[in-house]
Nanobody
Framework: EVQLVESGGGLVQPGGSLRLSCAAS????????IGWFRQAPGKEREEVSC????????YYADSVRGRFTISSDNAKNTVYLQMNSLKPEDTAVYYC??????????????WGKGTLVTVSS
C-alpha cells in the first residue's frame, strides 16, 4: 500500500523558514515523480514543486522559485521542501503526491493528508 505522510508544517512569521518532509512507502523509490501542492482557503489547488527519481527533473512554480528548494533522500524514501522567505500568501495546506512511474508530475496517483503552513505575524 502506497503511503505518503507529510510533516513539518506550523506557524511562522513572514520572512521565516520551514522544512516540510514527505515520507513515502509502498513503492520502489527509483521511478517516480513526487510533487508538493498547496491549497489556500477559497482557492484552487496549485502545484508548487516537483522532483523526479535521482533529481533528474525539478519544477518550481513562479511564485516560489528562488525561495523554495525541493530535494530527495532516496535512502530515507523522503522528499523535502525547504521554504525560505515565507510570505503570508504562502499560507495553505501543503500536500505531497506521487506519480508512478513517471519522469514528471503529471497525473498524481497517491496523495498525503496534508500539513498546514501558516505565515503570520
Amino acid at each position: 500500500e502506497v503511503q505518503l505522510v507529510e510533516s513539518g508544517g506550523g506557524l511562522v512569521q513572514p520572512g521565516g523558514s520551514l522544512r516540510l518532509s514527505c515520507a513515502a512507502s509502498g513503492f520502489t523509490f527509483d521511478d517516480y515523480a513526487i510533487g508538493w501542492f498547496r491549497q489556500a482557503p477559497g482557492k484552487e489547488r496549485e502545484e508548487v514543486s516537483c522532483i523526479s527519481s535521482f533529481d533528474e527533473y525539478t519544477y518550481y512554480a513562479d511564485s516560489v522559485r528562488g525561495r523554495f528548494t525541493i530535494s530527495s533522500d532516496n535512502a530515507k524514501n523522503t522528499v523535502y521542501l525547504q521554504m525560505n522567505s515565507l510570505k503570508p500568501e504562502d499560507t495553505a495546506v501543503y500536500y505531497c503526491a506521487v506519480d508512478l512511474p513517471s519522469p514528471i508530475c503529471d497525473t498524481m496517483d497517491y496523495w498525503g493528508k496534508g500539513t498546514l503552513v501558516t505565515v503570520s505575524s
